[in-house]
Antibody
């Protein structure tokens, strides 16, 4: 069965970076894009961007350009999202999600809580 | 960005009852390829969102037929009939037609 297993919660200081992972299993990794979504109580669900797991090509929501960097390691079927120059506004739960042939996100990771605090 | 406006913000429903959620987009969600990329998700407490409906009216695998989606252009509706306890949570509409893709703010379904 398709599974997306994300890395654990992160506590980071303002100005630092974190790198979240999303390990896929149960399907051919390079067949489907991986997207990342941010969830906060105040802003709800926001689309960060996606990565073409085959080519490594990316596209970002303008709001997250310079903040998020998406990469993949095909050898381990893992997608990564690095968040840089962290501020308290980056505190959120971040999800990875897999697209499907009909679009949308049929499969989600369990979410990674990122807390930015001094 | 396309704004997705969901109403109501919250709903109170009796078990076995019926209810509906509205989602309106600030632009038509008809893609140049002819498809309408409007989806519905349910997020249960403490869980990740789960896909219910894709491309307006198609139930995802395993989703009960108590859930139905309809609409076109900018107006969409999710109907839930014979509400069961496992239906409680926050429902989100989402558009995948115009980049950046956007979500509605959510509708919380609670028991009366």
């Amino acid at each position: 069965q398709v599974q997306l297993q994300q890395s654990g919660a992160e506590l980071a200081k303002p100005g630092s970076s974190v790198k979240i992972s999303c390990k896929a299993s149960g399907y051919t990794f390079t067949t489907y894009y991986i997207s990342w979504i941010k969830q906060t109580t105040g802003q709800g669900l926001e689309y960060v961007g996606y990565i073409n797991t085959g080519s490594g090509g990316t596209d970002y929501n303008e709001k997250f350009k310079g903040k998020a960097t998406l990469t993949v390691d095909k050898s381990s079927s893992t997608a990564f999202m690095q968040l840089s120059s962290l501020t308290p506004d980056d505190s959120a739960v971040y999800y990875c999600a897999r697209s499907n042939s009909f679009g949308g996100f049929a499969y989600w990771g369990q979410g990674t809580l990122v807390t930015v605090s001094s | 960005d396309v704004v997705m406006t969901q109403t109501p913000v919250s709903l109170s429903v009796s078990l076995g009852g019926q209810t509906s959620i509205s989602c309106r987009s600030s632009q038509s969600l008809v893609h140049s390829d002819g498809n309408t990329y409007l989806y519905w998700y349910l997020q249960k407490p403490g869980q990740s969102p789960q896909l219910l409906i894709y491309k307006v009216s198609n139930r995802f695998s395993g989703v009960p037929d108590r859930f139905s989606g309809s609409g076109s252009g900018t107006d969409f509706t999710l109907k839930i009939s014979r509400v069961e306890p496992e239906d409680l949570g926050v429902y989100y509409c989402y558009q995948g037609t115009h980049y950046p893709y956007t979500f509605g703010a959510g509708t919380k379904l609670e028991l009366k």
